[in-house]
C-alpha cells in the first residue's frame, strides 16, 4: 500500500500555515494553530482518527480576529487529507461515529463521495452559548471551520448535536473525537475492496 500522507505549506497575504499529515498513523500530534482552543480540538480529533497530525501556523491576522486563520485551518486540512487519500481505491468511504460528553452527545456521518456539504444540526440556542476566553472562539467558528474541511476533502459531512452542553468546550469536544472516529472508519482500507468504492468507478 502506498504511503498516505501530505507535505504541504498554504501561504496567502492572510495566513501561512504548514500541515503535515500520515492518515496511517497512531494519533500522533504537534500542533500549534495559534488559536489554542483549535489545538486542543485537533489533538482530539487526530487521536481518535489515529491520524499522525503536525500544524504549524507562521503568520495569521488574529490582530484582525481569528476568522481567516479558523477557516484556513479548515481549508489547509481537507486539502490534506484529499491529497494523502488518492484516488481512494480500497477506502471503506463511509463512516459514524457517536461519542458522549455528560449529557451531551454527537452523532457523526461522513461520505467521501467527492460531494462536499455540511449539515450541522443544532439547535438555535447553542450560538448564544458564550465564547471561549482569551481568543473568544465561538460556535459559528466551528461551523465555519467544519465547512471548510468538508468544501476542500469532497466530503459529505452531517453532525447532529443532541443536549448541547452551556459550555462551548463540553459541546465541541464530542463532534471532534466523533469526527475523527468517523473520518477513521471512512478513510480506513477494506482488503476485500479491489478498486474504488463506487458503482461509477471513479470518486472524484
Not at 71 to 95: C, M, P, S
Not at 130 to 150: I, L, M, R, S
Amino acid at each position: 500500500m502506498r504511503e498516505r500522507q501530505y507535505a504541504e505549506k498554504r501561504i496567502t497575504k492572510e495566513t501561512v500555515i504548514s500541515v503535515k499529515l500520515n492518515i496511517d498513523g497512531s494519533g500522533e500530534t504537534k500542533i500549534s494553530s495559534k488559536i489554542g482552543f483549535m489545538d486542543h480540538m485537533l489533538e482530539l480529533f487526530a487521536f481518535w482518527g489515529k491520524f499522525d497530525l503536525e500544524i504549524t501556523t507562521e503568520k495569521a491576522d488574529t490582530n484582525v480576529d481569528i476568522h481567516h486563520l479558523n477557516e484556513d485551518l479548515g481549508i489547509v486540512l481537507g486539502q490534506g487529507f484529499k491529497t494523502a487519500l488518492g484516488d481512494k481505491a480500497g477506502i471503506n468511504r463511509n463512516g459514524f461515529a457517536s461519542f458522549p460528553m455528560e449529557d451531551t452527545t454527537a452523532n457523526v456521518t461522513v461520505d467521501l463521495s467527492g460531494r462536499a456539504s455540511l449539515k450541522f444540526n443544532i439547535t438555535p440556542e447553542v450560538y448564544s452559548i458564550e465564547p471561549q476566553p482569551n481568543e473568544g472562539y465561538e460556535f459559528k467558528y466551528a461551523e465555519h471551520f467544519f465547512a471548510a474541511f468538508a468544501k476542500q476533502l469532497g466530503m459529505n459531512l452531517n453532525i447532529r448535536l443532541e443536549n448541547p452542553n452551556l459550555d462551548l468546550h463540553a459541546s465541541l469536544e464530542p463532534v471532534f473525537k466523533a469526527l475523527g472516529k468517523a473520518l477513521g472508519e471512512a478513510a480506513q482500507i477494506d482488503p476485500r475492496r479491489k478498486g474504488v468504492p463506487s458503482t461509477k468507478g471513479i470518486l472524484d
